[in-house]
């Protein structure tokens, strides 16, 4: 084992900065927040035991492409087509606007899972859309139009509902 | 409601945060084995403590031992002369042969003359011999 404090320190660094941002990603990719906190933590976990993060060029981005293959491995075992689950949260939202929250979430549920991880990736991880094309194998112009796509179909999507909530009230 | 541009979009979607994940199972492990090396660390202060004031009291008690011994082989010194036979009994009595060595070159030459008699060195003394 090549365990060193020094590594431990720099891991448990990039959990608390890329953390909330990990789960999110494995969220979008497996739909339960359960199983993307265990890819999470199986992620970091082998991380800390190998101390192996030194060799890797771009960390944020390995971290991520190791997210994901935890949470598809996770998905292989189990069904993968299940759908987001609607009672957990996954944001905290601004002025506490639950609404807003479930709203947003409903709408990212309703994108196709290649847009939502793209969606995902760029707005919440801060991927450029290059790295986002090496982590996915998809060409960096493939990247930017599942992009586009995605953020007009949120948008429609989350105020439509919103108008057509205000429009119930009246 | 008005519909946003792309970038005022983005904006509006980072406000909302993504949540913290749960804590590492080896940040606990950490923390656990932070309290463990602190209190091994105080085990072994308290041992080495305790092995110090032990060593100080076995080397006070010792040299007291040696200063009684040295205090009883200078008495014994002062009452007999020095012969083979007494220097025999403070090698068997003295702690190391330096020891032994040293009590008789720092013992008390003074040796009592017997009464009725005189000392031929304090006689020839005082005895003005002229060359």
Not at chain 1, 151 to 165: G, I, T, V, Y
Request: proline share 5%; charged share 25%; aromatic share 8%.
């Amino acid at each position: 084992m090549h365990r060193t404090d020094g590594n431990t320190a720099e891991i448990e660094f990039l959990y608390r900065k890329h953390g909330p941002a990990l789960l999110l990603f494995a969220q979008a990719v497996t739909g339960e927040r359960n199983r993307a906190q265990d890819a999470v933590h199986q992620v970091f976990l082998k991380l800390i035991e190998k101390g192996s993060l030194s060799r890797a060029v771009d960390k944020k981005a390995y971290l991520f492409a190791c997210v994901r293959n935890a949470a598809l491995n996770e998905g292989k075992l189990q069904n993968r087509n299940t759908p987001l689950d609607p009672d957990s949260a996954w944001f905290s939202p601004p002025d506490r606007d639950h609404a807003a929250e479930q709203n947003l979430r409903r709408a990212l549920d309703a994108l196709p899972n290649d847009q939502r991880q793209v969606i995902v990736l760029h707005i919440w991880g801060e991927l450029t859309f290059s790295q986002i094309s090496d982590l996915l194998h998809l060409s960096s112009n493939t990247v930017a139009s599942r992009y586009r796509y995605a953020l007009a179909k949120l948008r429609d999507s989350m105020f439509a509902k919103e108008n057509s909530c205000a429009n119930s009230w009246r | 409601m008005p519909t946003l541009g792309d970038e005022r979009f983005e904006v509006y979607l980072k406000q909302f945060r993504p949540l913290v994940p749960e804590p590492l199972p080896t940040v606990g492990l950490g923390h656990q084995a932070r309290r463990t090396f602190v209190l091994w660390a105080w085990i072994t202060a308290a041992a080495a403590i305790l092995v110090i004031g032990g060593l100080t009291l076995h080397i006070r008690s010792n040299r007291a031992r040696i200063i009684e011994r040295v205090g009883n082989s200078e008495r014994f010194m002062d009452d007999r002369p020095l012969t083979i036979r007494t220097a025999n009994v403070l090698l068997a009595k003295a702690p190391s042969f330096k020891a032994m060595v040293d009590d008789m070159a720092f013992r008390s030459q003074t040796i009592p003359v017997p009464k009725g008699k005189r000392s031929a060195i304090a006689v020839l003394g005082k005895e003005k011999i002229k060359l």
